[in-house]
């Protein structure tokens, strides 16, 4: 696509149910970001891919997130058990090569845990 | 804490006015600064960004200062104009094996007509 797609763009949820946020990066981007970014604040770095290899995935709070990209293209963010803290808007972006230092953001999800 | 933060949280300007905004940072082993872009409701948008081992960058309408004795990077836009209205973020990756570009609070800057 032209740019980086998340679906969905808006999400409430229970608290303790299970979330899927979905990205797919623009055509051809080795790298996909995962950031979380609370209101007026800059994105908070969560997790990141090169092709499918999850590279580092230090900025995940705790064990109840998660993330994948298998066939290095579309990737996944799961939030297991959610609670409140958890709504944020959740941000992905690509670059087409490893250490660029152009990101391209997607419009985000914004997730509500009530 | 966060090794990346701005000194103003907003910024108002007149249009046709230069604006100028600061970031201060605490890494430096970073390689590169980056600056970005934040319209309301949208994602990032990079701008520009400058290499550590540069004092100026110049871009369209957009230059870029680091001073690296004092750790201070600096986003100077000429002749603002009303679509400039947004949030601006500084960043920086950090040497080393993992390229993560880390984000500030961001400053947001008030174009006036």
């Known amino acids: 696509g032209a740019g980086v797609s998340q679906s969905p763009r808006y999400k409430v949820t229970k608290r303790g149910q299970d979330v899927a946020l979905r990205c797919d990066p623009i055509?051809?981007?080795?790298?996909l970001y995962w950031y979380r970014q609370a209101l007026g604040q800059g994105p908070e770095f969560l997790t990141y891919?090169?092709?499918?290899?999850?590279?580092?995935k230090s900025g995940l709070p705790n064990d109840r997130f998660s993330a994948e990209r298998p066939e290095g293209s579309i990737s996944t963010l799961t939030i297991q058990r959610t609670e409140q803290r958890d709504s944020a808007m959740y941000r992905c972006?690509?670059?087409?090569?490893?250490?660029?230092?152009?990101?391209?953001f997607g419009e985000g999800s914004r997730l509500t845990v009530l | 804490g966060e090794s990346v933060g701005l000194h103003l949280p907003t910024l108002s300007v007149q249009e046709g006015d230069n604006s100028i905004i600061n970031c201060a940072y605490s890494n430096s082993a970073s390689d590169y600064f980056i600056w970005y872009k934040q319209e309301s409701g949208k994602g990032p948008q990079f701008i520009i960004d400058?290499?550590?081992?540069?004092d100026k960058r110049q871009g369209q309408r957009v230059t870029v200062l680091l001073n690296k004795t004092v750790k201070h990077l600096s986003l100077q836009i000429a002749a603002t104009q009303p679509g400039d209205s947004a949030v601006y973020f500084c960043a920086e990756n950090m040497s080393g094996g993992s390229y993560i570009p880390t984000f500030g609070r961001g400053t947001s800057l008030i174009v006036h007509p």
């Open positions: 972006a690509s670059s087409w090569k490893p250490a660029d230092r152009e990101l391209f």
């Open positions: 055509s051809g981007h080795v790298s």
């Open positions: 400058i290499r550590s081992n540069m």
């Open positions: 891919f090169n092709y499918e290899a999850q590279q580092d």
